[in-house]
Structure formats: C-alpha cells, structure tokens
C-alpha cells in the first residue's frame, strides 16, 4: 500500500482543506524559532549591524533584553531586527482594532413590491425606504412577477421608475431596474451629505 507524504501524521486535515497546499504562517518568527545561518541584524533604531550567525544575533538581542524578530524572511541573507516582539505584537493589534472601529458598515435592506401594488401600500414602502437611505443604508427594492405577470415587465420599470422618483431626496440610483428571471431588481444609494 503506498501512503502519500501529504496525507499523514498531522497535516491531513490541512491538505484536505487546503487541497495540498501549504500556507505560510502568519506570525513573525522570534528567538529561537528562526532557523538560518546567517541573518542581517538591524537593532530598535534602525541602525544595521552587519550580518552574522544568528546564535550571534539571538545573544545580542538577550544581552539588551530584547528579542530576535525575523522582518524579511524572504531576503538573501534573511533580515533580522531587535525589539521587544510583546510590544511589537500589542502596537499591531491596537492598529487593527482602530482600523477595524473607523470602518463604516453598510448594510442592503430590501423592499418588495408587486405589479398591482395598492398607492397606501406603495407611500408605506416609499417611506420605509427613505428612512433605510436616510440611516445610510443601500435599499434593494424588488418587484416580484407571479404567473403571466412577468410578460409585462414594462408594469415593473414604471413602478420602480415612480419609486425612484418618490425617494429621490435621499436616495439615488445606484444600479438600474433589471429583470432577473421573474423579479426585477433595482439599488438605492444614500445621498451623501
């Protein structure tokens, strides 16, 4: 029986999933983890140090009391920096967050209409859909065809046209009326203040 080398031990639930490819691993790698020969050494000022075996370089970082982090794994000879790596690790993390917390999630509500819509129900699906845009949300209005209806799709634009029009001080078009197999879909955009 012939066992292939990526189906064994603990990679045969990577290579299923990953279809037999190897991602690198995200995380830096620090003192003892780095495994070349030779490093190019940069200390905490920018300042290069020449290049020397990294057993050399890992004393040098422990003597400061600092760490040995690989910067550029990819360079000829690999580029190495001292630094604290814990602070390091915390800076990067406070950076995502606050990128993550300036960033402005919009949301698609949908509003469904039907050809032979009543005008109340038509005004209270207008005003829903202007309090969605007025939020900053995008509104996907659909009108929905049952049966033969979808033969007259001329009924829809016009409906979604009148809809646009009635809407038309908080929102834009952003993408136009198109027929998708029996709904016809059209998006809203808030106006931006």
Do not use: W
């Not at 780095?34 to 890992?58: H, W």
């Not at 949301?107 to 129900?121: A, C, F, R, W």
């Not at 029009?165 to 993408?175: A, H, I």
């Amino acid at each position: 029986m012939y066992f292939h080398p990526f189906f064994c031990c603990n990679h045969r639930k990577t290579q299923k999933i990953l279809g037999g490819i190897h991602i690198a691993n995200k995380e830096l790698q620090a003192n003892e983890e780095i495994r070349e020969k030779e490093v190019r050494v940069v200390n905490q000022d920018g300042e290069q140090l020449g290049v020397m075996s990294s057993q050399e370089a890992l004393a040098l970082a422990q003597s400061k009391g600092l760490d040995l982090v690989n910067i550029a794994p990819t360079a000829k000879p690999p580029v190495c920096k001292i630094m604290n790596y814990g602070k390091y690790r915390f800076e990067l993390q406070k950076r995502e967050k606050e990128n993550r917390k300036n960033q402005k999630v919009i949301n698609i509500k949908e509003v469904q209409l039907s050809p032979s819509i009543d005008t109340n129900d038509f005004n209270t699906k207008c005003r829903n859909a202007c309090k969605f845009l007025s939020k900053g949300d995008k509104v996907k209005v659909t009108v929905r065809f049952r049966g033969r209806e979808v033969s007259h799709s001329e009924i829809g634009e016009v409906l979604l046209a009148r809809f646009a029009e009635n809407v038309s001080e908080v929102g834009t078009v952003e993408r136009p009326a198109k027929l998708e197999g029996r709904n016809m879909t059209m998006f809203l955009a808030p106006i931006s203040q």
